[in-house]
Each structure stands twice: as structure tokens, then as C-alpha cells.
């Protein structure tokens, strides 16, 4: 991770859109052992609402979030912040609907996908490379 001078190592500031609750707080707390900030919330309209006061570094976003679905979270994020890569986190599906998906999450923005279920150290890691890839093309 890039360094400050004044706090040493920057900490990963992450958008967590997950609307279930428990697993908001056990993908919270992995991300925070991390080292991450994390601000959490359980709907695409208050992740919106969320992003023009907050300045994330990364957006991580379940498909599966009741009103506005996911990859339309992510279009629209992507649309008015396209250097914040997003992560979508979404159900197995059949084969040939996963290459659908992945498609349609590629033009909507999404950086990269993790199908549950998912090891959450993987998605600690995907963020802090993330942060560090954010500073390298910055």
C-alpha cells in the first residue's frame, strides 16, 4: 500500500453494499482485519447517496440487494466515478448464465466478480491489490 508520511501506510477506504445483515458484519470484520475503513450499507440508493459524501477507494457490492439490483449499482457508480473499481460478489449460477453475468458486469463497470460462496480473505486481499493498482495508475 502507498504510504502517507504523516499516518504511514494509507488504510483502503471501502463501500460494502450488502443488505443482508450478517454477512454486511462478517465481510465487514475481514476487511477491517485488513486494514481497511470500512462504511457499510444495505441499499444501492444509500450507496449512491453514500459515494457524494464519502470518497471510497473501492466499492465492493452484492448482486443480490433487495430494490436496485447490484450491477446497476455498479453501472451507475462506474458512470459518475469510473477510477473506483467495484467488486461484485453474486450467487453461483449455471455455466453458461456465469458467462452472461460476467459480461454484463464487465460493460457495467464491475473490475471483478467473487461467486459465493467465497473465501473472505480472498476478498480482503482483492481489495488492499485494488488500492495498490489505484495508486500505481493514479
Known amino acids: 500500500m502507498s504510504q502517507d508520511p504523516s499516518n504511514g501506510p494509507k488504510r483502503p477506504s471501502v463501500l460494502l453494499v450488502e443488505d443482508d445483515p450478517e454477512t454486511q ?4 470484520r475481514a476487511l477491517t482485519d485488513s486494514g481497511a ?3 457499510g450499507t444495505g441499499s444501492g440508493e444509500a450507496a449512491l447517496a453514500l459515494l457524494r459524501e464519502w470518497p471510497a477507494g473501492v466499492v465492493v457490492v452484492s448482486d443480490a440487494i433487495l430494490g436496485m439490483s447490484g450491477l446497476e449499482v455498479a453501472r451507475r ?3 459518475s466515478s469510473p477510477n473506483v473499481p467495484i467488486v461484485l460478489l453474486r450467487e453461483r ?3 453458461k448464465e456465469s458467462e452472461a453475468k460476467d459480461i454484463a458486469a464487465r460493460l457495467a463497470g464491475v473490475f471483478a466478480t467473487l461467486t459465493r460462496p467465497f473465501d473472505r480473505r480472498m476478498l480482503a486481499e ?3 491489490a485494488l488500492v ?3 495508486d500505481v495508475v493514479s
Open 93 to 95: 449460477a449455471e455455466e
Open 77 to 79: 457508480i462506474h458512470a
Open 25 to 28: 458484519t462478517e465481510l465487514a
Open 37 to 39: 475503513r470500512v462504511v
Open 126 to 128: 482483492l481489495v488492499v
Open 132 to 134: 495498490v493498482l489505484s
